[in-house]
């Protein structure tokens, strides 16, 4: 027995025939033929038909059946004109059939030939494999529809996308359509109609519904096919699962129109629906109104209790708004903590008014963070479509302005738009350019007003009053200036020049001569907020080598209210309004003034609560103890005429004494005034009857002249 395997230009062929006479490389018989199939792959197999021991056509069959033995090129060797045998071997998988006996040139061209044509098919086969792979990893499937036998063929990984078992199910041109979500069957029917009548290429995106209700989006993509004579006979397409995509076009759309953490639309979202909204308007001339809602204590909040906690509150806020609202209004976070609010068709300016009042009431009930009960309030802005403005922009603005004059009015209401706001909001502009401009050009200059010991009748102190030497218009008063530059930040440059001015002056009166006074100054409530007063202030004594014991700061009552908010109540001693309602207790933010004020009152400096009696009073005991000075507002002074005197300053004395706090009355204009105050035992006075806020070098006489005024008889 004999096989041989002949290697030959990359060759091998694999002989199996028991003539001896034709074998080139060769097995005997077929088991031997299969044992080496083990070791070698051939790539042409000539088979004998007739073999000892097994036949032919069995060993051809294994041969297929062997996992390599697929693809290996089979000649079978028949007897001349055995049809039957012929037949048989194509019908066991030989790949071509020879006729013995064998013509031996013709056999190495059959031999070539097939090889080659084998090695074709093997590639083609490779790239479908391939093919389908990359397919099944783009989720692509394919279909082919026959036109003309109106036949449909789907591809494996079709039948993978739409989760269909090929054995259980075939691919119809019925269930191509069946498998389209309810919603979008008649559109993408229509469009695969019109581009099959008008034999166009199509293209669409729509969703599918699985059999488990799942659904999945698709991009389908068909080919309108003709035959060689035009005629047009199929559509070949393709469908591919595009649901991750569209997942992620879904949340990227979502992350540039919707706020992060509310989940509100965000300021491109609301200005698109606000303009849509105008555009209707203008149509059906129909009303729309837009609401500015900021949060007054936000800010205190997120500062004191951290943005955990202020992020909770606005997720809350955004809660509220929702519900107060109708769903065909849009609610809006703009960013920080500014909430919008578009409505349509609004019938009437008072529903908007109950609506603006509605949602003032949702701030009423207190807000629970982080095991504790805080209260918030909103200023709300609106302006209306067509009465404020007429398109989206200037509707937004003037909401915000309307905004603006709402907190400007103590916070806590709302305000509609109104053209005098307008007005005043360019005023206030112009001003604050101004102001800047001033600082730059030295513009301010400080008048001084003296403030005297009522028991020895001497200069105690001058208070500091900024005046400005416009060019254009005079001497301008504070009251004009001094609150918008609150409003932006630039008393915090101003103030630091007022005390550095201020010291500088003291200090040179001193060296003049003068016994040495105290200077007071009148510091606002941004001062503390936007900058380090302590600084400033330690610095400006650096600077002039005041004494620190020389400076007396004032600060108004509703300043330090503003500073010592928010107001906390701790969660488990009752609501606000029930009867064992708490009063408001101290927070971490009035530790932050308190802390301010303990750390001036440490360096030497006193502290003044100026416009004593106009604010709320609800100050916490805690903020009296780091206050040396009251100061009576103007108005309980005047309250003392020639007939009576003032319930309410002898109250003030006499508490403010139990209190040890010094008083001062400031205001005093009439001598009946000054002799009130003295018997009350009020400790300094100040006012117009005494001395008017005037220029350095006119101040220079209290320090002298006036001493003996007071002196009792
Ligand atoms: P204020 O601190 O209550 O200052 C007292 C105001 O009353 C001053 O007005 C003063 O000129 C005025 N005044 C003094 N005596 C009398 C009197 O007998 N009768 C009447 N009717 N008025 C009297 P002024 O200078 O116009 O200041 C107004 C307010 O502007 C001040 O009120 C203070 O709140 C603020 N201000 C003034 N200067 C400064 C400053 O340098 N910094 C800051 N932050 N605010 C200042
Ligand atoms: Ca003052
Ligand atoms: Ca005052």
């Known amino acids: 027995m004999n096989h041989t395997v002949e290697q030959n230009e990359n060759k091998q062929v694999l002989v199996v025939d028991d003539d001896t006479t034709i074998r080139v490389a060769e097995a005997a018989d077929g088991e031997a033929a299969l044992t080496m199939l083990a070791d070698i792959?051939?790539?042409?197999?000539?088979?004998?038909?007739?073999?000892?021991?097994?036949?032919?056509?069995?060993?051809?069959?294994?041969?297929?059946?062997?996992?390599?033995?697929?693809?290996?090129?089979?000649?079978?060797?028949?007897?001349?004109?055995?049809?039957?045998?012929?037949?048989?071997?194509?019908?066991?998988?030989?790949?071509?059939?020879?006729?013995k006996p064998i013509n031996w040139r013709i056999l190495g061209y059959r031999v070539n030939y097939m090889h080659r044509a084998n090695q074709a098919f093997q590639e083609l086969s490779k790239n479908r494999a391939q093919l389908l792979s990359a397919q099944k990893i783009a989720h692509l499937g394919s279909w082919d529809w026959d036109r003309v036998?109106?036949?449909?063929?789907?591809?494996?990984?079709?039948?993978?996308?739409?989760?269909?078992?090929?054995?259980?199910?075939?691919?119809?041109?019925?269930?191509?359509?069946?498998?389209?979500?309810?919603?979008?069957?008649?559109?993408?029917?229509?469009?695969?109609?019109?581009?099959?009548?008008?034999?166009?290429?199509?293209?669409?995106?729509?969703?599918?519904?699985?059999?488990?209700?799942?659904?999945?989006?698709?991009?389908?993509?068909?080919?309108?096919?003709?035959?060689?004579?035009?005629?047009?006979?199929?559509?070949?397409?393709?469908?591919?699962?595009?649901?991750?995509?569209?997942?992620?076009?879904?949340?990227?759309?979502?992350?540039?129109?919707?706020?992060?953490?509310?989940?509100?639309?965000?300021?491109?979202?609301?200005?698109d629906r606000l303009e849509q909204a105008v555009r209707q308007a203008v149509r059906q001339h129909s009303m729309v109104a837009v609401m500015f809602i900021d949060l007054d204590q936000f800010k205190d909040i997120n500062d004191s209790m951290g943005h955990n906690a202020g992020d909770m509150l606005l997720r809350e806020v955004g809660q509220r708004l929702l519900s107060v609202t109708r769903s065909t209004d849009t609610v809006a976070r703009l960013g920080?903590?500014?909430?919008?609010?578009?409505?349509?068709?609004?019938?009437?300016?008072?529903?908007?008014?109950?609506?603006?009042?509605?949602?003032?009431?949702?701030?009423?009930?207190?807000?629970?963070l982080e095991s504790k009960i805080i209260f918030v309030t909103a200023s709300i802005g609106v302006a209306v479509y067509p009465n404020d403005a007429g398109n989206a922009d200037d509707l937004l603005k003037q909401a915000d302005t309307a905004m603006y004059f709402a907190k400007e009015q103590g916070k806590n209401n709302y305000k509609l738009f109104s053209p005098e706001m307008q007005i005043e909001t360019d005023t206030r502009l112009t001003l604050q350019s101004e102001i800047r401009l001033a600082l730059e050009r030295n513009e301010f200059c400080l008048h001084y007003q003296p403030q005297f010991d009522t028991l020895t009748g001497k200069l105690k102190g001058m208070e500091a009053l900024i005046r400005w030497k416009h060019p254009d218009k005079g001497v301008v008063f504070p009251n004009t200036f001094i609150p918008v530059a609150e409003a932006t930040g630039l008393i915090v440059p101003l103030g630091k020049w007022i005390l550095s001015e201020a010291c500088r002056q003291n200090v040179a009166w001193q060296a003049m001569g003068y016994e040495p006074i105290k200077i007071a100054v009148n510091i606002s409530a941004v001062q503390f907020k936007r900058s380090n007063i302590v600084d400033t202030i330690r610095r400006v004594f650096e600077c002039t080598g005041m004494a620190p014991h020389l400076l007396q700061i004032e600060i108004t009552e509703s300043s330090l209210m503003q500073l010592a908010k928010p107001i906390v109540v701790p969660r488990t001693k009752g609501q606000p309004g029930s009867p064992e309602a708490p009063s408001p207790q101290a927070t971490e933010e009035d530790d932050s003034i308190i802390n301010?004020?303990?750390?001036?009152?440490?360096?030497?400096?006193?502290?003044?609560?100026?416009?004593?009696?106009?604010?709320?009073?609800?100050?916490?005991?805690?903020?009296?103890?780091?206050?040396?000075?009251?100061?009576?507002?103007?108005?309980?002074?005047?309250?003392?005429?020639?007939w009576e005197g003032s319930e309410i300053i002898s109250t003030i004395i006499e508490t403010s004494k139990k209190l040890s706090l010094q008083v001062t009355a400031e205001g005093v204009e009439t001598e009946y005034q000054k002799t009130y105050l003295l018997k009350e035992g009020c400790h300094e006075v100040q006012g117009y009857l005494i001395g008017k806020p005037s220029p350095a070098e006119d101040c220079v006489k209290y320090f002298t002249q006036e001493q003996e005024q007071f002196v009792k008889e």
């Open 336 to 368: 920080g903590d500014e909430f919008t609010l578009c409505l349509q068709n609004v019938p009437s300016l008072d529903v908007i008014c109950t609506l603006a009042q509605k949602l003032m009431d949702t701030f009423s009930e207190p807000f629970t």
């Open 149 to 271: 036998n109106d036949k449909f063929r789907w591809s494996s990984e079709l039948y993978h996308i739409f989760a269909l078992d090929p054995a259980t199910c075939t691919g119809t041109y019925d269930t191509f359509i069946g498998i389209i979500h309810p919603l979008e069957k008649e559109r993408v029917k229509m469009t695969i109609e019109e581009a099959v009548g008008s034999q166009q290429p199509f293209r669409l995106d729509y969703k599918i519904v699985l059999a488990d209700g799942t659904e999945r989006f698709v991009s389908t993509e068909g080919q309108p096919v003709s035959d060689r004579q035009g005629r047009f006979v199929r559509v070949t397409g393709t469908v591919q699962d595009i649901t991750e995509r569209k997942q992620a076009e879904v949340q990227i759309r979502s992350l540039a129109l919707y706020d992060n953490l509310t989940g509100l639309p965000n300021r491109i979202l609301f200005y």
């Open 596 to 642: 301010t004020l303990d750390t001036l009152q440490k360096m030497g400096v006193s502290i003044a609560l100026d416009d004593f009696g106009t604010g709320y009073s609800l100050l916490s005991h805690l903020c009296y103890s780091f206050i040396d000075v009251i100061k009576i507002d103007r108005r309980f002074v005047w309250a003392i005429n020639a």
């Open 41 to 99: 792959l051939p790539d042409v197999i000539l088979l004998d038909v007739m073999l000892p021991g097994i036949d032919g056509f069995t060993v051809c069959r294994q041969i297929r059946n062997h996992p390599d033995g697929k693809y290996v090129a089979v000649l079978m060797m028949t007897g001349l004109d055995d049809v039957v045998s012929i037949k048989q071997a194509y019908s066991v998988g030989a790949t071509d059939f020879i006729t």
